[in-house]
């Protein structure tokens, strides 16, 4: 049984930063592509970044240049790094993995 379990979310103000995590609880986590995404009030969830398991890195258009993805592999962790964070960031964000289990997500809030 497949478990993904989100860190990391708060409350930011603009310009702030903020560390996610994931902490898998599945087997062979380094061979599988991982990813973030995140849904806003009233809007559909949308991808953030993914990463593969040869760290192979890919971003939304919108997070480029703020937001970086990282995987740990010993513990089994995926990481997103966001810097820079604006109020429209603001939105429960969910790690995705394992051939699509997804967590529970955690709540980003960017507000001055």
């Known amino acids: 049984q497949v478990q993904l379990v989100e860190s990391g979310g708060g409350l930011v103000q603009p310009g702030g930063s903020l560390r996610l995590s994931c902490a898998a609880s599945?087997?062979?986590?380094?061979?599988?592509?991982m990813g973030w995404y995140r849904q806003a009030p009233g809007k559909q969830r949308e991808f953030v970044a993914s990463?593969?398991?040869?760290?192979?890195?890919n971003y939304a258009d919108s997070v480029k240049g703020r937001f970086s993805i990282s995987r740990d592999n010993a513990k089994n962790t995926v990481y997103l790094q966001m810097n820079s964070l604006k109020p429209e960031d603001t939105a429960v964000y969910y790690c995705n993995g394992y051939n699509g289990h997804w967590g529970q997500g955690t709540q980003v809030t960017v507000s001055s």
């Open positions: 990463i593969t398991g040869a760290g192979i890195t």
């Open positions: 599945g087997s062979r986590f380094s061979i599988y592509f």
